[in-house]
């Protein structure tokens, strides 16, 4: 056993209580470990220059030291995830703001366009475009014929179709 793997057996219950004590998280509970135990590969000519009661010491403060650091990268991230979801809330928001205004700018838009339709014919193009209905259900909901519905639709389109054109002039 190298002098390196003889440090970190020997302090490996004290290294993983103080690495516990500083997170909750166990993936980073192990990554201070394992951080640790680098530092001390790299630190290992001057960690056995000091006394053994020193030793204890020294590598406490690697394993705060690694904590510390650890914690600051996280923290950093959790901060940049943060300002990643409030921009995408704040788009998410701009989008739906976006929407309302286009579907008001819509709905006056089809009132202007529907103020040329008298108001049985308003009945019938909403009940057939917007609620879906058939002109079969129409019919027997207005108390008219089915091919009455046919025709007064037919009438309706070219109405809207004439009033939109004048729009758009």
Same mark, same amino acid.
């Given at each position: 056993? %190298?002098?390196?793997?003889?440090?970190?057996? /020997?302090?490996?219950?004290y290294?993983?209580?103080?690495?516990?004590?500083s997170?909750? *998280?166990e993936?980073?509970v192990? *990554?201070?470990?394992q951080?640790?135990?680098?530092?001390?590969?790299?630190?290992?000519d001057?960690?056995e220059? =000091? *006394?053994?009661?020193h030793?204890?010491? +020294?590598?406490?403060?690697? =394993?705060?030291?690694v904590a510390?650091d650890? +914690?600051?990268?996280?923290k950093?991230?959790e901060?940049?995830?943060?300002?990643?979801k409030?921009a995408?809330? %704040? /788009? *998410?928001?701009a989008?739906? %703001?976006?929407?309302?205004?286009?579907? =008001?700018f819509?709905?006056?838009?089809?009132?202007e =366009? !529907?103020?040329c !339709?008298?108001?049985?014919?308003?009945?019938?193009? !909403?009940?057939? /475009?917007?609620?879906?209905?058939?002109?079969?259900?129409i019919?027997s909901? !207005?108390?008219?014929?089915?091919?009455?519905v046919?025709?007064?639709?037919?009438?309706?389109?070219?109405?809207l179709?004439?009033?939109?054109?004048k729009?758009?002039t």
């Open positions: 056993m %190298n002098r390196v793997e003889h440090l970190c057996k /020997q302090y490996t219950n290294i993983a209580k103080i690495a516990t004590n997170f909750d *998280d993936r980073l192990e *990554d201070v470990i951080i640790t135990y680098l530092k001390i590969a790299e630190n290992i001057k960690i220059e =000091v *006394d053994n009661n030793k204890k010491f +020294y590598i406490n403060s690697i =394993v705060k030291n510390r650890l +914690y600051k990268i996280n950093k991230e901060d940049k995830i943060e300002k990643l409030k995408l809330l %704040n /788009q *998410d928001v989008i739906k %703001n976006n929407y309302l205004e286009e579907e =008001v819509l709905r006056m838009y089809l009132e =366009v !529907l103020e !339709l008298e108001e049985d014919e308003k009945k019938i193009i !909403l009940l057939k /475009q917007i609620h879906g209905y058939k002109n079969k259900e019919a909901m !207005l108390g008219i014929k089915e091919k009455n046919s025709k007064k639709l037919n009438k309706i389109k070219i109405k179709k004439k009033e939109i054109m729009n758009e």
